[in-house]
């Protein structure tokens, strides 16, 4: 393991391996050692990353892309900022939209990990994010499709990079940078993000508006919801109108599933409906 002179406004190391199982198992160790808030792991290449859902990977190239994870340490699990992961997500939309300009306006929030992007007549996964917590120390793994240019076969269609998109990819360890800054902006201090993560959020919120299908509850749960998704809590929830109702109701756990709007204005879901998330 080596340390990057990478910018960290955390005032914490960076650390750099070339092979790693998982990034987030490396950070684990970092907390043990007792490595400071805001220490980062990357790795040229995870053979073990994983998603959010126990089964679910996170599959990286050996170059090119970027994964890395974030150790956060808080007094007590109380003191853990709210929607947490979100502002993360909102954190790399921002980074990667400065990152490759050509992508301004097209990087968009899936509730509640996933940042998909708008390219040509469909929406792709590009970036990944996972939060895990014990007590108040927290793990934000992140992974970022940067200049991957072939994905596995259950992928394609429906994963894409910010090569591909862009036309161009740039050194991930410059947009690591970039993330960084902008999770300290939107995370660390109290105004960040000009105190509005939430309607930043929203102003991106895939779906937003439209009527969707929701899976409420654990993986394959079959308990669905359908209505018209209004927007995001306090606390980073989910919120529905269900159909027939006129307040939203608040979700924290589930799936958003892709459906049709309803609706006689066109939007980008109508463009877009019909295509297939990545959920790897």
């Not at 201090?189 to 930043?200: D, E, L």
């Not at 018209?228 to 529905?240: N, R, S």
Request: aromatic content about 6%.
């Amino acid at each position: 393991m080596r340390t990057l002179a990478v910018s960290n406004p955390f005032d914490a190391p960076v650390y750099y391996e070339e092979i790693v199982a998982s990034t987030m198992d490396v950070s684990r160790m970092l907390a043990n050692n007792g490595e400071p808030h805001g220490t980062v792991i990357t790795a040229g290449f995870q053979k073990a990353g994983r998603g959010r859902i126990r089964g679910r990977s996170w599959e990286t190239a050996r170059a090119g892309d970027l994964s890395f994870t974030i150790l956060l340490r808080y007094p007590r699990i109380e003191d853990i900022p709210s929607a947490l992961t979100l502002r993360t997500g909102l954190a790399a939309a921002l980074a990667i939209e400065d990152f490759a300009p050509a992508l301004a306006g097209r990087v968009m929030i899936k509730w509640p990990n996933d940042l998909l992007l708008q390219d040509g007549g469909a929406v792709r996964k590009v970036t990944g994010i996972l939060a895990e917590a014990n007590g108040g120390i927290v793990h934000i793994g992140i992974g970022v499709n940067v200049g991957q240019k072939e994905f596995p076969e259950h992928l394609r269609g429906r994963a894409t990079s910010i090569g591909l998109a862009a036309g161009e990819a740039g050194d991930p360890l410059a947009l690591l940078e970039l993330i960084l800054a902008q999770m300290y902006d939107g995370i660390q201090n109290v105004n960040g993000h000009c105190g509005g993560w939430k309607s930043r959020i929203e102003q991106r919120l895939y779906k937003k508006g439209d009527r969707v299908k929701f899976a409420e509850g654990a993986a394959g749960s079959h308990n669905m919801v359908s209505g018209t998704l209004a927007g995001v809590g306090e606390g980073g929830e989910l919120l529905i109108v269900p159909d027939g109702e006129t307040v939203p109701r608040s979700f924290f756990s589930g799936e958003l599933v892709s459906v049709c709007p309803q609706s006689s204005s066109t939007s980008l879901t109508q463009l877009l409906c019909g295509q297939t998330l990545a959920k790897d």
